[in-house]
């Protein structure tokens, strides 16, 4: 997988939209990072020139499974360590399960959406 199958991998999902917001940061990681998100709410990001791990929205009991079956699933970097798991790219994650990964943490992000927000984007569809 490379970052370009992974961009549009992430953006096959309605309502998914990308951004680079930290353009302005003096780290040179940080300007590289791309977030995917819908309805404004992040599910996934990821640097885009080192394209060396994403950061994903996860079920807490799940993530303590993952992290105990892959080496390259760790708490996620700069997130909150229960909600959050960094995926590794060049470790021991299969291609099928970091999908799988990032599907879940999207429909994490939709089924957590307000009565309001759901409305919205089902009408933007």
């Not at 079920?59 to 390259?72: A, T, V």
Request: proline share 3%; with cysteine; aromatic share 14%.
């Amino acid at each position: 997988m490379n970052i370009e199958e992974f961009r549009d991998y992430c953006l096959s999902f309605k309502g998914s939209e990308e951004k680079m917001p930290f353009a302005k940061t003096t780290s040179d990681y940080d300007k590289d990072i791309m977030t995917f998100s819908v309805m404004g709410k992040w599910f996934c990001f990821v640097n885009i020139e080192k394209f060396d791990f994403c950061d994903l929205k996860c079920d807490p009991e799940e993530s303590e499974h993952l992290q105990d079956e892959y080496e390259g699933i760790t708490p996620g970097y700069h997130m909150n360590k229960k909600h959050w798991i960094s995926v590794h790219f060049k470790k021991d994650v299969p291609k099928k399960t970091i999908e799988s990964l990032v599907k879940k943490s999207y429909d994490l992000i939709i089924a957590g959406l307000t009565k309001k927000e759901r409305e919205e984007f089902e009408k933007n569809l």
